[in-house]
């Protein structure tokens, strides 16, 4: 009874994170086409969260009613001139005298720039996100620097301090923190290794661990080891009972199972050791050369039993950064769109609603931080999405608009009747195979 209660628990947890990551990212999409079609002089009507039933509803000075419905799952504004929430097909009725404000009888120009802002506010709050964690954790100093210290198992020797500058490793000078890098994958295995630093303005040379132990730094959503129950702090000690000192040790053994059971013996703060079967899963992992199948159970490690001391990053690094970061994520879904397509990589990459409410709700487990981070993932990706040149996308609707500037005049309303209704079943089906996915693939 107890486990089924957990169950259904954890059910209502990541439905809950689902529709809370999902409102967010909807709230700010469908805000940008309609601040952007106010500013360009085209009348909003509706200004939905959810579809279905209305359940509250207020009307502001601009004549806008804004509403809730019963179905959270989505939201759309309607502009004057709409035949539907969509905005696809051809137009409704609009009175002449109120033409310019309507969406279809406004000029291109603002046709265009309104149905454009929904991606780009998904973009530009995926830069705020990946910005703002920036700011709020800082990033890594120059000169490797001893920030704060983790815990780690009772066997782990760990004599630095925070504040210590790191000076030797082994006796092997270390000036930045890819010579830490270096110098480490370099090291034999023992337990212990001799590290110089500057503490207090002398150098002292104290015992710590090695500098790659076997510690997650981050545990995918809907991986293996996230279906487990791992999270990121573990530290593995061994796998099938043979002890494990690093982490490239973790992903050798992983690769040797060839997709068989594994048990991993894992430290975990605040707890008794404990054991965990993992079933790795092969996955499609971009490489320079394109992509190659390996087995993995979604870890990541590379961190060490410190965190590097941090500088505080100012806003205009921080968006620097935001930017870079979301670019990765559109770089990398145009990357895997054209693989399954291709047939470089198979079509079970492909996920649904299931694996993204999954993914969100153990994102929201893992922490506040890692929530914010997958909205921020999750906002570039739609964005993304939405400019496919699909009819009843934007990208749709910004194709329609780039024929009507080179041709001169628009597609026909049939033709636009005609084309909604393959992009609508072209959705539809995108949708069912991915929810197919998610329910089949492994």
Not at 29 to 42: A, D, F, L, N
Request: contains cysteine; proline residues 6%; hydrophobic residues 45%.
């Amino acid at each position: 009874m107890s486990a089924l209660i957990a169950e259904l628990g954890g059910l209502i947890w990541t439905i809950c994170a689902f529709i809370i990551a999902l409102s967010i990212i909807v709230t700010v999409h469908e805000y940008g086409h309609y601040i952007v079609g106010r500013w360009s002089g085209i009348k909003a009507e509706v200004f939905s969260l959810g579809f279905g039933p209305r359940l509250i509803s207020r009307r502001d000075k601009h004549g806008t009613v804004w509403q809730l419905a019963a179905i959270p799952l989505g939201g759309y504004v309607r502009f004057l001139g709409d035949a539907n929430a969509a905005s696809a097909g051809s137009a409704a009725d609009v009175d002449p005298k109120l033409s310019r404000q309507s969406l279809p009888g406004a000029p291109l120009w603002a046709r265009f720039a309104t149905v454009a802002a929904g991606p780009v506010f998904n973009f530009i709050l995926s830069i705020l996100v990946f910005g703002g964690v920036a700011m709020w954790q800082g990033m890594p100093v120059d000169e490797p620097e001893v920030g704060a210290i983790r815990a780690a198992p009772a066997s782990v020797q760990i004599e630095l301090q925070s504040g210590d500058r790191i000076l030797a490793l082994d006796g092997k000078p270390v000036a930045t923190w890819t010579d830490l890098g270096k110098i480490a994958s370099e090291l034999p295995l023992q337990p212990s290794h001799e590290w110089t630093v500057r503490r207090d303005g002398q150098e002292i040379t104290v015992a710590g661990p090695d500098p790659m132990p076997a510690l997650l730094t981050g545990v995918a959503p809907r991986s293996a080891a996230a279906d487990a129950g791992l999270r990121a702090g573990d530290v593995i000690l061994a796998i099938d009972g043979k002890p494990v000192s690093r982490f490239d040790e973790l992903r050798e053994r992983v690769v040797a199972a060839h997709g068989a059971p594994i048990l991993l013996r894992v430290w975990r703060e605040g707890q008794d050791e404990a054991d965990y079967t993992l079933l790795p899963r092969e996955q499609d992992l971009p490489t320079a050369e394109g992509y190659e199948k390996r087995w993995m159970i979604g870890v990541t490690g590379g961190g060490t039993y410190f965190d590097p001391a941090t500088r505080s990053t100012g806003p205009f690094e921080a968006l620097t950064i935001g930017a870079a970061r979301t670019w990765d994520i559109i770089a990398s879904s145009v990357s895997g769109l054209w693989a399954m397509v291709s047939g470089q990589i198979g079509s079970c990459n492909l996920g649904g609603a299931i694996s993204i409410a999954e993914s969100t709700g153990q994102a929201a487990s893992a922490g506040g931080s890692d929530f914010l981070w997958w909205i921020g993932v999750l906002s570039a990706a739609i964005g993304f999405l939405n400019l496919l040149p699909v009819p009843i996308l934007d990208g749709g609707h910004l194709m329609f608009y780039l024929y009507e500037a080179v041709a001169g005049r628009r597609p026909s309303d049939r033709i636009l009747d005609i084309l909604s209704a393959l992009g609508m079943a072209a959705v539809l089906a995108l949708m069912i195979f991915g929810l197919t996915n998610d329910i089949f693939c492994p």
